[in-house]
């Protein structure tokens, strides 16, 4: 079984689908067929079934996915661990950030560090926090940049970079802006725009409210802060979001005013950090 089919195996089965597979690998949608066509023929069973246009795996290919993400996993540590045999930061290096880090943390730090380390190729996912911790237990990231869970894996080291204040917000227009010190009642009574309950941002929230023994309206979510600022901002609700996200808003002084989010980054504690990891990590902490 030769990395490249393994490669293309593990992606389609990631994306359910051929076409989305070849856009990922960067190839035409028949050179990942005839990779998948050569590992059935090398297993000898069918990997894959298509029926109406949906891909999904057989029980061989259930069975091979694991063991698949495994091998690729140790072929890719193993060919970073004969780089780092230099001493140098080189290789790839696979980070997986948040939507907001990546847009409003995060910029002066990776472009220092590529300026730093031009020997080191960033492959850079974008995701929601949630999905980077996913990749990083799997293996599939190095090294994520996140908003912290609440509870962590006995498998994952974080390390707490930045306290995020979040503050209660609203249109400067809203009814609640009239009020001097408005109580998590008076806010219950309104439409509530929150990151979703599968969030960690969106569970510090509701925490908050469910601790008090307030119940919220059923609110509107994304998981988009930038989105959550416009939608409050022409007045469709209130919200609370981190400072770097309060523009042309009005901020409200509640009793409860020292809520905040904790960001940082996290690793996997099993897996042997390569040398660019362990610069962008230094970098990530000095800055």
């Given at each position: 079984?030769?990395?490249?089919?393994?490669?293309?195996?593990?992606?389609?089965?990631?994306?359910?689908?051929?076409?989305?597979?070849?856009?990922?690998?960067?190839?035409?949608?028949?050179?990942?067929?005839?990779?998948?066509?050569?590992?059935?023929?090398?297993?000898?069973?069918?990997?894959?079934?298509?029926?109406?246009?949906?891909?999904?795996?057989?029980?061989?290919?259930?069975?091979?996915?694991?063991?698949?993400?495994?091998?690729?996993?140790?072929?890719?540590?193993?060919?970073?661990?004969?780089?780092?045999?230099?001493?140098?930061?080189?290789?790839?290096?696979?980070?997986?950030?948040?939507?907001?880090?990546?847009?409003?943390?995060?910029?002066?730090?990776?472009?220092?560090?590529?300026?730093?380390?031009?020997?080191?190729?960033?492959?850079?996912?974008?995701?929601?926090?949630?999905?980077?911790?996913?990749?990083?237990?799997?293996?599939?990231?190095?090294?994520?940049?996140i908003t912290l869970a609440l509870e962590q894996h006995p498998n994952i080291l974080c390390q707490k970079i930045w306290t995020d204040p979040l503050r209660f917000i609203c249109a400067t227009d809203h009814a609640l802006a009239t009020i001097d010190q408005p109580s998590l009642k008076d806010l219950a009574q309104y439409p509530v725009i929150l990151p979703g309950i599968n969030t960690y941002t969106?569970?510090?929230?509701?925490?908050?409210?469910?601790?008090?023994?307030?119940?919220?309206?059923?609110?509107?979510?994304?998981?988009?802060?930038?989105?959550?600022?416009?939608?409050?901002?022409?007045?469709?609700?209130?919200?609370?979001?981190?400072?770097?996200?309060?523009?042309?808003?009005?901020?409200?002084?509640?009793?409860?005013?020292?809520?905040?989010?904790?960001?940082?980054?996290?690793?996997?504690?099993?897996?042997?950090?390569?040398?660019?990891?362990?610069?962008?990590?230094?970098?990530?902490?000095?800055?």
């Amino acid at each position: 079984m030769d990395n490249q089919s393994l490669k293309a195996f593990v992606t389609v089965a990631d994306c359910a689908s051929f076409s989305q597979a070849a856009d990922q690998l960067h190839l035409t949608q028949s050179a990942v067929s005839k990779r998948i066509a050569s590992l059935e023929h090398q297993t000898g069973k069918k990997l894959f079934d298509r029926i109406a246009r949906q891909v999904t795996l057989t029980e061989a290919g259930n069975a091979l996915l694991p063991r698949a993400q495994h091998i690729l996993q140790e072929y890719a540590a193993a060919v970073q661990a004969i780089n780092d045999l230099s001493g140098d930061a080189n290789g790839t290096l696979h980070l997986a950030i948040s939507h907001h880090l990546g847009l409003h943390r995060l910029p002066p730090t990776l472009k220092a560090f590529a300026r730093q380390y031009p020997g080191v190729s960033l492959n850079i996912e974008f995701m929601d926090s949630e999905k980077a911790y996913e990749q990083v237990l799997q293996g599939k990231s190095e090294v994520a940049v996140i908003t912290l869970a609440l509870e962590q894996h006995p498998n994952i080291l974080c390390q707490k970079i930045w306290t995020d204040p979040l503050r209660f917000i609203c249109a400067t227009d809203h009814a609640l802006a009239t009020i001097d010190q408005p109580s998590l009642k008076d806010l219950a009574q309104y439409p509530v725009i929150l990151p979703g309950i599968n969030t960690y941002t969106g569970r510090i929230i509701q925490n908050l409210f469910e601790t008090q023994n307030v119940p919220l309206k059923a609110p509107m979510s994304t998981n988009y802060l930038e989105t959550i600022s416009t939608m409050v901002e022409i007045g469709l609700g209130w919200s609370m979001l981190p400072e770097t996200l309060i523009k042309n808003l009005h901020v409200m002084k509640t009793e409860h005013t020292e809520v905040t989010r904790e960001l940082g980054y996290i690793h996997h504690k099993n897996r042997s950090l390569s040398n660019a990891a362990r610069a962008f990590i230094k970098m990530l902490e000095q800055n």
